[in-house]
């Protein structure tokens, strides 16, 4: 496979390692009420959808970014790679 | 032994003659020859016993699809099994042995096996080896694997080289027949960046193999005229011998390019085999075709083959498998192969064609409308009998029969993206569907167009369209002339009447297996597969699949495409395991790590263990010691006792820096570093989100934003990845940076009581290592030796008084040789991964034995350090219940009440007066050793409720080993208990 570095142009998947779900992304507020519940939830629950996907690659054997890639699971056709770090300030994480 | 089915002609180059062997006999061939070729020359025929009934067998193809004439190619470490003799190129010393048989290929033992054929009918194994099922170990698996098998394997170290590679082209061309040529020149002409890639050594497909004219010349001129073309044109890579042998995500292709399997050794410094990963932006499959066969009684008899086959060895190799051959086809084509036989002076006894309305010819027999009905010869067929169209049996003495059932376009690489072929009830064939691979165009006798100048065409057409995707302007090919018959078929399966019909060869599936599996209700074509194991041999088929699908068509009273096909996956012929691996075997699987003491641990005679990527000391051993256990002991005692030194480098390092570092750390580390002092160091405990401990290190901090990280040498990658994760992708606003500096800094621990006065020794004037000045758990930037930087840390694996000491990792090896000099007046020691391991039991440090992914702060005794002030990873999940139950795992450690008994690490702990089963389990050992110290073995390990059971006599049982004594519960920490060594 091939993965369209938002930095570094279109680079061999074995450079990379694959984490998962970009819902990783999303991770609770440790203070909420249901802090707990949230964690469990982030921390175990994922979608397994047959189609798009999200999903984090890190390239480890080259700039050490995250990044969000948009796959679909059933061709491996890869419609988005995005900066991880981007992906989660327009999302909206605070820290 | 001479020749005696040579033919004049052919493409074999008779100036140069090789001598080989196969078997016990010597033969002669000409360069040009394959295995096959040169042996059919000599009047061989037998060449193989095939899988399950040992028949004698023969070459059935002149290529990569062969079922039978499979040979041990090469001898000794050399020695290649499950080898096609039609593809293996001859040189000279050649050695091949059949395989499959004892004693001899002509008289096999197990030929038994064919008596026996009714009671290995398909599903014989399932049926026959199900119990009882004590017996599956010691009785059936033997036999079958005594019985079964194919060639055998060296079991010696193969002493060649196999490489990988990697390309990248605007096309692919898969075939250098005519279509895959015709594509090439007007890709290569264009200006596109091409590469062309065929199985053969001879590029040119059928071309080599027919008699066509193309454009006033003989094919084989013109194809051989046309790669020297090619080879001219900087942009175009043509490769022989190399088999494009899978279609991966994203255009690329995975080719194996056989460099030296023609050569009795590789020339030196080259490899035998190349693996290339092909990343293309286009590709287009000229695969070409494979002619199929029909299925009738003793169809497998050597000397019965593809008529394709048998014109091919006539044309190309200039040999013959027999003097009087017969034909048998439901096609045009067969007929081909008879006039291309009597123009190489070869009789052709009769053509026995299915069609009632069949060609006629004045030059030899037809026998319209009629099948072959039963065949004789042993060892290689001499008689057919033929079932005539108005009733009656026609005997006819012939030494080949060429059969032609059709052609199959070879749409193996169409298939490996999920797509299925299509059924072309006008061809009787399966052609490539619109769901091809991404960036695959398919041309030439691999979409089903068989004739030589729409298979031109078609590569040519194919070309340019996809030069014209690409942005690149391609004139079309000025097409030479070239024949342009059209296909006739009629669809003729297999003789109905036949009891022992083989579809599949090589693993002996006869057409009553396929009925039988319909019968017990196998109606899928992938449970008939497996059932019956019918495509399943090497070949995968490649001959046999469709006529299989049409037979189990028939018995179901079904169309072949409601059948269905099977799937065709990578790769597309059978590929050595040795270029898979490439260079990486033995301790080249991974790169060797060396710590900056490496050479002078060498000089010192040490012994080195793998950790991770690393080779580290593992102890020292002096003159007269002959167990590691004396080294081992020795560099304790003399660390406890005076000074000891280790190579720590490995120890992951990671640095960093920005004004929200300590945030950073607070946020990994489960314990707080928020408000940990410059200069100062702190243990820092590391958990993964779902609550268990990732790793253990400790936090360094040089400045307010800058912090120096370690790791274990086991985790650092890990965490490294993980600090990333969390820096990027939950924290994206915090202003950190960070970088590994593993490999930056040499890293050394100077241990036990004359650590200072060691150190002292070294460092620069104005450095003061006093107690006072530079308390336990210090840490700065220091000079030593007269102004070399160094990092200073004061912290101890051991136990003991300790520093460790960085340096730039140029000067490690200056550095330990100076330390080992200074600390002469101490009797300072090296030790190694053995004895710190000691001492860290001693001490009940954990390590990656504690830390195994199973465990969590609590269990590791270090729950309150899990801070409820802050948010950190894991420390939400941590307070999952079932993480927290009562009587949870607590560290302690254990002591043989016999002294004298060993403890295993794994060994489980059980309650006094229990029975030992799993139920009772009460925890386990997990890092055992002997201590010098104490005198006596002792262990770390996890108890439930450990903490409250500090005394108690328990059950260590070990019944694998045989191990069951007793062991009192104590505190992890043997020495020291209190921390005075370490604050002296």
């Excluded at chain 2, 890709?187 to 497909?205: H, K, S, T």
């Excluded at chain 2, 901090?701 to 490294?720: C, G, I, N, S």
């Excluded at chain 2, 040789?817 to 030790?831: D, F, H, I, N, S």
């Excluded at chain 2, 702060?857 to 941590?878: C, E, F, Q, R, Y």
């Amino acid at each position: 496979m091939i993965i369209n570095h938002p930095l570094l142009g279109p680079r061999d998947s074995s450079e990379f390692v694959y984490l998962g779900d970009a819902s990783l992304l999303n991770r609770p507020d440790w203070q909420a009420d249901d802090a707990l519940e949230q964690f469990i939830d982030y921390g175990h629950t994922r979608d397994n959808p047959a189609g798009l996907h999200r999903e984090l690659w890190y390239h480890e054997q080259g700039d050490r970014s995250w990044l969000v890639v948009t796959r679909n699971t059933v061709t491996h056709e890869i419609t988005s790679v995005e900066l991880a770090r981007d992906v989660a300030r327009t999302e909206g994480r605070f820290e | 032994m001479t020749q005696k089915n040579r033919l004049d002609g052919g493409l074999i180059d008779r100036s140069e003659t090789f001598s080989f062997r196969f078997d016990s006999q010597y033969y002669k061939g000409h360069k040009g020859d394959t295995l096959a070729s040169a042996l059919l020359a000599n009047g061989v025929r037998l060449m193989g016993r095939s899988f399950k009934y040992h028949r004698p067998r023969g070459p059935m193809t002149a290529g990569s699809e062969e079922p039978n004439a499979i040979v041990e190619l090469r001898e000794g470490t050399r020695k290649e099994p499950n080898t096609r003799a039609t593809t293996a190129e001859l040189y000279d010393g050649l050695r091949a042995n059949s395989q499959n048989r004892w004693p001899s290929l002509k008289f096999d033992a197990m030929q038994v096996n064919d008596l026996l054929s009714n009671f290995f009918a398909a599903g014989f194994y399932y049926k026959t080896f199900m119990w009882p099922a004590a017996f599956w170990e010691k009785v059936y698996e033997p036999i079958i694997r005594r019985a079964a098998g194919l060639g055998s394997l060296s079991t010696q170290d193969d002493p060649d080289g196999y490489d990988k590679g990697f390309l990248h082209c605007d096309l692919l061309i898969i075939g250098g027949g005519p279509a895959g040529l015709a594509a090439a020149l007007t890709a290569g002409e264009g200006g596109a960046r091409v590469i062309l890639c065929d199985e053969d050594f001879l590029i040119g497909g059928r071309l080599n193999l027919e008699t066509y004219a193309v454009g006033g010349m003989e094919g084989a001129a013109w194809a051989a005229e046309t790669v020297a073309r090619l080879q001219a044109m900087p942009n175009v890579r043509v490769m022989p011998r190399t088999t494009v042998i899978g279609a991966f995500d994203h255009g690329i292709y995975g080719a194996v390019e056989r460099v030296s399997d023609h050569l009795a050794v590789p020339e030196d410094g080259k490899p035998r085999q190349i693996l290339w990963r092909i990343t293309s932006k286009r590709a287009l499959l000229c695969a070409g075709a494979t002619e199929r066969p029909i299925v009738f009684e003793n169809n497998d008899r050597p000397g019965i083959m593809q008529a394709s086959a048998v014109r091919a060895y006539a044309n190309r190799w200039a040999t013959t498998p027999a003097q009087q051959v017969a034909i048998f086809t439901n096609n045009d084509d067969g007929h081909r192969t008879a006039s291309d036989l009597l123009a190489k002076g070869v009789e052709v006894v009769s053509v026995i064609d299915t069609r009632a309305d069949a060609p006629t010819s004045s030059d030899y027999d037809v026998v319209a409308g009629g099948v072959i009905d039963q065949t004789w010869g042993r060892l290689g067929l001499t008689r057919i009998e033929v079932k005539m169209p108005k009733g009656g049996i026609r005997r006819i003495k012939c030494g080949a029969l060429g059969v032609s059932g059709g052609w199959n376009p070879n749409v193996h690489l169409t298939c490996h993206q999920g797509g299925r072929p299509v059924w072309n009830e006008a061809l009787a064939a399966f052609v490539p569907s619109g769901t091809l691979p991404p960036g695959m165009t398919v041309a030439g006798a691999a979409t089903g167009v068989f004739s030589t100048h729409s298979a031109l065409q078609s590569g040519a057409e194919g070309a340019k369209a996809i030069l014209a995707d690409l942005g690149i302007k391609a004139s079309a090919l000025a097409l030479p002339g070239a024949e342009d018959t059209p296909v006739r078929i009629t669809q003729f399966w297999h003789v109905k009447t036949a009891k022992r019909a083989w579809v599949d060869q090589q693993n002996d599936v006869t057409a009553k297996d396929i009925k039988l599996a319909h019968q017990e209700n196998y109606v899928s074509v992938e449970h008939l597969k497996r059932y019956t194991t019918l495509g399943m041999a090497t070949d995968q088929g490649k001959t046999s699949n469709i006529a299989g699908l049409a037979i189990m068509a028939e018995v179901a009273g079904k169309a072949i495409p409601e059948v269905g096909t099977t799937m065709f996956r990578p790769p597309y012929t059978p590929t050595a395991m040795g270029v898979f691996a490439g260079r990486a075997w033995g301790m080249d699987t991974k790169p060797t790590r060396l710590t900056p003491s490496h050479t002078w641990a060498e000089e010192q005679g040490a012994v080195f263990t793998e950790a991770g990527l690393w080779l580290r000391a593992q102890w020292y051993p002096k003159p007269g010691e002959t167990h590691w256990r004396q080294s081992c002991d020795r560099e304790v005692i003399q660390t406890r006792k005076s000074v000891g030194i280790c190579d720590v480098t490995s120890l992951g390092k990671i640095d960093v820096q920005g004004t929200d570092a300590a945030a950073f750390l607070n946020k990994v580390y489960c314990n707080g570093f928020a408000k940990l002092p410059v200069g100062k160091v702190r243990y820092g405990l590391m958990l993964r989100e779902d609550g268990i401990v990732m790793d253990d290190g400790t936090a360094a901090r040089l400045a307010e934003d800058h912090f120096v990280v370690t790791t274990t040498t086991a985790k650092a990658v890990q965490v490294y990845r993980h600090l990333e994760f969390v820096r990027q992708c939950l924290c994206p606003n915090m202003d950190v940076q960070m970088i590994s500096t593993t490999d930056a800094w040499a890293q050394f621990a100077i241990a036990g009581p004359n650590s200072r006065k060691l150190l002292e020794k070294v460092v620069d004037d104005g450095v003061d290592l006093s107690n006072e000045a530079f308390p336990f758990m210090a840490c700065g930037e220091i000079t030593i030796c007269g102004g070399l930087s160094a990092r200073l840390f004061r912290i101890s694996f051991s136990g003991e008084l300790a520093y460790e000491i960085a340096v730039p990792t140029r000067y490690g090896d200056a550095l330990v040789r100076r330390l080992m000099q200074a600390g002469e007046e101490y009797e300072v020691v090296p030790y190694g991964l053995e004895a710190l391991n000691v001492m860290r039991i001693e001490k009940g440090h954990a390590t990656a034995n504690e830390l195994n992914g199973t465990t969590t702060a609590l269990n590791l005794g270090m729950g309150k350090m899990v801070s409820k002030a802050k948010d950190s990873i894991g420390s939400k999940l941590s307070e999952r219940t079932g993480l927290n139950e009562a009587d949870a795992l607590k560290l302690v450690g254990l002591k043989p009440v016999n002294p004298d008994h060993k403890v295993p690490a794994g060994a489980h702990l059980m309650t006094k007066g229990t029975e030992v089963i799993a139920t009772n389990d009460q925890g386990y050992v997990t890092s055992a050793c002997y201590s010098p110290n104490l005198g006596c073995h002792i262990a770390l390990g996890f108890l439930k409720s450990g903490d409250t059971r500090i005394g108690e006599i328990i059950r260590l049982v070990s019944p694998l080993t045989g191990v069951d004594h007793d062991a009192e519960v104590v505190s992890p920490h043997f020495v020291d208990p209190e921390g005075d060594r370490l604050r002296a």
